[in-house]
């Protein structure tokens, strides 16, 4: 799995942490070995553009996800196939921001936000009650998944 990580912001992340939760989610939705996941880290004016841009919504967001190939979640019995999953961009000033308001770390936050993102490139969304339930529930599994996998590192 070759997941790549560009931080373009201003602020130190723990970059390997964030790669860590990226290949452990991958792996527990079943994704294909050979699949590519591009996490790229901007600061806020870069992110409001992308926002403007892509979603026509002024200010600076937390997390966008673009997705390449539409992979899906694989099975136990099948992995997903090879191909590009798309790309990630975050935002740590917003994610710092946020993490105050949770009262958790901007790592914490970052890799909640990381974990949504991998879920919308695999095709989640969270717009009607019944999606949100489903995405949430998958996001929590994966990060308290990861949590436990590194306390045991």
């Not at 130190?12 to 996490?39: K, N, S, Y």
């Not at 992979?71 to 935002?91: K, Y």
């Not at 969304?125 to 590192?153: C, N, Y």
């Amino acid at each position: 799995m070759t997941i790549e990580i560009n931080n373009e912001s201003a602020i130190p992340v723990e970059e390997a942490v964030i790669l860590r939760l990226a290949a452990f989610a991958l792996d527990h939705m079943r994704i294909h070995a050979d699949a590519d996941l591009a996490i790229v880290l901007v600061d806020e004016a870069a992110m409001e553009q992308l926002h403007v841009q892509w979603m026509d919504e002024p200010g600076p967001t937390d997390v966008l996800s673009f997705p390449m190939d539409e992979l899906r979640p694989g099975s136990d019995e099948e992995l997903t196939p090879a191909g590009l999953l798309g790309d990630i961009v975050l935002c740590p000033q917003v994610a710092a921001s946020q993490a105050e308001t949770a009262g958790h770390t901007t790592l914490d936050e970052l890799l909640l936000l990381t974990t949504h993102g991998i879920l919308h490139l695999l095709g989640f969304d969270h717009a009607e009650p019944a999606e949100e339930k489903e995405m949430f529930g998958i996001q929590r599994e994966i990060l308290v998944g990861f949590a436990l996998e590194e306390r045991r590192r």
